[in-house]
């Protein structure tokens, strides 16, 4: 990586400037960073003409954890719209984010107009106007370049990104935005008609005022309607649950504004949310969610949970009932609650089959677009199919309701969205259920562990070890990859280790078997690369340190939490760390400083909540890849392992230069110093104490004789079978399995 993420040069945007440094555009600017571009965060001046309102933003991101880094904070410049606009010369898109009033963003328009380079790209965070509004009665010109580019909150974690273009739209300008809202912002691009709320708020909150007015005249209590909506494959918190989470103070202002927005045939005009008496009862009462201390639930003084009375509107205790996970079965059943679900299944369904082809250009954007920015596991229409389109028509039909011709042509031909033929299986070169190694082509095979959060077992080495057996023959090259969306690996599954540490021959036999695995995968006649998303913790960590190469998604969490249970890495990982800092561009120079640093790094448990984190922590290295879009790691990874293949050769086993015995006390003096302040109870310090005597060579470690990798594996397995063996490591593994 140079900076910037794997892809970004490819987009053509170098540099962004959002304007409005709100928590929706200081979010969007910190993602910006996050991936190696700079950027500007312009808002209006404060009451001194300084950039305050800007800096504010910015300080806001820290503080709620919009960036990735440290370092992608210092990406961000701020100013403001009056004596810094002149910036957005500089970008190659600029995005506004300022307040919903189309004045105010008019006129900001005619000033980037005279100011930014021809062919940038400009585009609107706007939720609720319409692009044409936007930009009638600016230069042909800018309304070639602009489009709405509608994000989610907040923009670090929230997947959907909704594209709206015009007529007359340069389609290099589209194609920027497109390009680089995956490649840079991470971001599943959806291109939407230019209609009020697009799709996904069209949609959503059509269904969550339905919903919620629709529990409310058929008599459910609020959490008799979130256990039926749960079994829809929404978010736990229901329909009720998340208006307290978003706030019911912006039922007005959302609900309201897309509601005047829309003509009045529109069915959304049926739930008027913002109108409704319950939400305005509940605004005036100040009843208006978490951040308010409750909402239509709160917790009382002494923890316990309450719900709200929707007849009585008092609250009571919460009496929630047990979810229903099979939703046909629920609907079938019948009763209150089989009722309200085919209620806000109908309703859904409906409305969303009657507007379809206003807000989008086909059904699959509609599921996309509902699904990533709402949280849902799948889209109306794909829950629609799941049900069978003909009965949920058969059923309309039959109660005297409106089948909308989409939902009678999906009845027709079985479902509203056709099937897709799927990605073929790739041929099995072994799998024995906790691994399975996969022949992807080209010599390339795919290793994946299947455990659950990828632990490995002995299992796991086998397939493992079968793979490094077919190097240089069957296989060329080969790609570590998870084998679930959670987890790349959680390492050694502490359950057993526990279990293992009571026979130290069976543990030392695991242990020796794990560096044994890493060390053969290393040293093997093919490329190996590590495509990371999730957890690779422990051993899941110490595994990548053996790949030549890693590609992580941006989300990805690295770590080697051994230390805070009381052990240290011991398949290599201590090993493979003690040669990274031993790179002078590391700060360390001289066998004890490096010592001494390993020492720091490892003592805390290291454990990073980004892939940019895991560089500064030098879990992964400045040259590996570092990926925004999650379903781009794996393609990224097998077009790393493939350029590899021709010219490989194999790292050599590796001679580290330890200081010996004598460097103990200094690969130990700020660790002694944090505990004679009292910062480091015994425990740690003995900790630490065994990191020195394996990073400073042991015993027998001498300056004059480089230590192979090999000998310094012996010292780790050595250690971690006396710190397994004391009362103090088995307590903690015991309170970390508790929590």
């Known amino acids: 990586m140079d900076g910037q ?3 970004a040069q490819a987009t053509g945007v170098k540099r962004a400037c959002v304007i409005g440094a709100g928590s929706m555009g200081g979010g969007i600017a910190a993602q910006f960073a996050n991936a190696g571009i700079p950027v500007d965060l312009l808002d209006i001046p404060d009451a001194e003409g300084g950039s305050g309102p800007a800096e504010g933003g910015l300080a806001r991101q820290i503080k709620v954890g919009g960036f990735m880094s440290a370092e992608a904070a210092r990406l961000v410049r701020t100013g403001n719209t009056d004596a810094h606009l002149d910036r957005v010369a500089e970008a190659d898109w600029i995005v506004e984010a300022i307040i919903e009033d189309l004045g105010a963003k008019r006129d900001l328009y005619a000033r980037l107009d005279a100011l930014r380079k021809p062919g940038s790209t400009v585009s609107s965070n706007t939720s609720t106007l319409k692009r044409a509004d936007l930009v009638a009665g600016l230069s042909d010109a800018f309304g070639r370049d602009f489009v709405i580019s509608h994000f989610f909150n907040p923009p670090r974690h929230m997947q959907l990104l909704e594209i709206v273009a015009g007529p007359e739209s340069d389609p290099e300008s589209v194609a920027r935005a497109h390009r680089a809202g995956r490649a840079i912002l991470g971001k599943t691009t959806v291109d939407c008609r230019d209609t009020p709320g697009f799709i996904a708020n ?65 069915g959304f005009r049926a739930y008027d949310l913002a109108g409704s008496p319950l939400a305005q009862d509940m605004v005036a009462k100040g009843r208006l969610g978490r951040k308010a201390g409750g909402g239509f639930y709160r917790r009382t003084a002494e923890g316990a949970r309450e719900a709200l009375d929707l007849a009585s509107r008092d609250y009571r205790p919460e009496a929630r009932p047990e979810r229903v996970r099979d939703l046909k079965a629920l609907i079938e059943g019948g009763g209150k609650l089989g009722n309200y679900a085919w209620t806000v299944l109908a309703r859904l369904v409906t409305y969303t089959a009657e507007v379809a082809d206003e807000i989008a250009h086909d ?122 969306a959670r987890a790349f690996s959680a390492g050694a599954d502490l359950a057993s280790f526990l279990t ?207 230590l192979p990798e090999a000998e310094m594996r012996d010292l780790e397995r050595a250690a971690v079978l006396r710190m397994a063996a004391r009362e103090t490591t088995r307590q903690t593994m015991l309170a970390t399995l508790k929590r």
Request: with cysteine; proline share 8%.
């Open 5 to 7: 993420v794997f892809g």
């Open 500 to 706: 293992l540490a009571e026979d130290p021959q069976r543990l030392e036999a695991f242990l020796a078997r794990g560096q044994s695995a890493f060390a053969a995968l290393r040293q093997s006649p093919m490329p190996v690369v590590a495509a990371v998303h999730g957890l690779a913790y422990g051993g899941g960590c110490e595994i990548t340190l053996h790949a030549d190469h890693v590609v992580a998604h941006a989300e990805a969490r690295f770590g080697l939490p051994e230390p805070k249970l009381g052990i240290l890495p011991g398949w290599g990982g201590c090993t493979r760390m003690f040669e990274r800092l031993s790179n002078p561009d590391t700060g360390a120079v001289g066998p004890a400083a490096v010592a001494g640093r390993t020492v720091e790094l490892l003592l805390p448990g290291p454990t990073a909540t980004s892939a940019a984190e895991a560089q500064g922590l030098h879990l992964i290295r400045p040259t590996d890849d570092i990926v925004m879009h999650l379903d781009d790691v794996e393609p990224v990874a097998m077009e790393r392992a493939r350029a590899m293949i021709e010219g490989y050769v194999a790292p050599p086993e590796a001679f580290l230069s330890v200081p010996g015995p004598a460097g103990m006390a200094g690969a130990l003096a700020a660790t002694r110093a944090h505990h004679a302040a009292g910062r480091l109870d015994d425990v740690a310090l003995a900790v630490a104490t065994d990191l020195a005597t394996v990073l400073t060579g042991g015993p027998e470690g001498d300056p004059a004789r480089p």
């Open 363 to 484: 059904l699959p954007s509609i599921d996309t677009a509902v699904a990533l920015g709402y949280g849902w596991r799948e889209g109306p229409f794909a829950q629609a199919d799941r049900i069978g389109a003909d009965y949920i028509a058969a059923r309309l039909e039959r109660e005297g309701g409106p089948v909308p011709a989409l939902v009678a042509e999906a009845a027709a031909r079985g479902r509203f969205i056709g099937t897709t033929a799927a990605k073929p299986a790739l041929p099995v070169i072994a799998d024995n259920g906790a691994a399975r190694l996969e022949d992807a082509g080209d010599g390339i095979g795919i290793f994946r562990i299947l455990t659950k959060m990828g632990v490995f077992s002995p299992e796991v080495f086998d397939v493992l070890d079968h793979a490094t057996e077919l190097a240089g023959g069957r296989l060329k090259a080969l790609v570590l990859a998870p084998g679930s």
């Open 202 to 266: 069209r949609i959503g909150c059509y269904w969550m005022a339905m919903a919620v007015l629709e529990a409310e005249a058929q008599g459910l209590t609020v959490e008799e309607a979130d256990a039926v909506i749960a079994s829809f494959g929404v978010p736990a918190t229901g329909v009720f649950g998340l208006l307290d989470l978003i706030g019911i103070d912006l039922i007005p202002l959302v609900w309201g504004s897309l509601i005047r927005s829309l003509p009045a045939s529109d």
